[in-house]
Nanobody, 127 residues
C-alpha cells in the first residue's frame, strides 16, 4: 500500500507559476512510476504528465508541453509538477498517482494502469 499526499496548489494569475509536490509513503518510492492528472469541474479526469520508475523518462499531454515539467526526487520520496505560464484552462484539481507494474523506463498515460491516488490539490488560475 502506498499513500500519496499532494500540496502546493493555490490561486495564481494568468502567466504565473506553481510547483506541486506529492509525497509518498508506505513503500520504496523508487519502485513506482508516477503521474499527474487533473479534473476540472464538470469534466472527466485527464492525464497531464508522467515519469518512469527508472531513467526519469517523461511524457506530457500536448496542452501542457513546454510549460509543465514533471520530476522526481527519490531521496525525498517526492514527485513534483512545475507549472509555468499558467492559463485559466489549467484550473482543476490536480492528482498524483503511482503505478507498481509495467515498464521500468516508459511512463504510462493510461489512467486505469495506476494503482494509487492522492487526494488532490486545487489549482485556480484567475482570468
Amino acid at each position: 500500500q502506498v499513500q500519496l499526499v499532494e500540496s502546493g496548489g493555490g490561486l495564481v494569475q494568468t502567466g504565473g507559476s506553481l510547483r506541486l509536490s506529492c509525497a509518498a509513503s508506505g513503500r520504496p518510492f523508487s519502485g513506482y512510476g508516477l503521474g499527474w492528472f487533473r479534473q476540472a469541474p464538470g469534466k472527466e479526469r485527464e492525464f497531464v504528465a508522467a515519469i518512469s520508475r527508472r531513467g526519469g523518462n517523461t511524457y506530457y499531454v500536448d496542452s501542457v508541453k513546454g510549460r509543465f515539467t514533471i520530476s522526481r526526487d527519490n531521496a525525498k520520496n517526492t514527485v513534483y509538477l512545475q507549472m509555468n505560464s499558467l492559463k485559466p484552462e489549467d484550473t482543476a484539481v490536480y492528482y498524483c498517482a503511482a503505478v507498481n507494474s509495467g515498464s521500468d523506463y516508459y511512463p504510462t498515460q493510461t489512467e486505469d494502469e495506476y494503482d494509487y491516488w492522492g487526494q488532490g490539490t486545487q489549482v485556480t488560475v484567475s482570468s
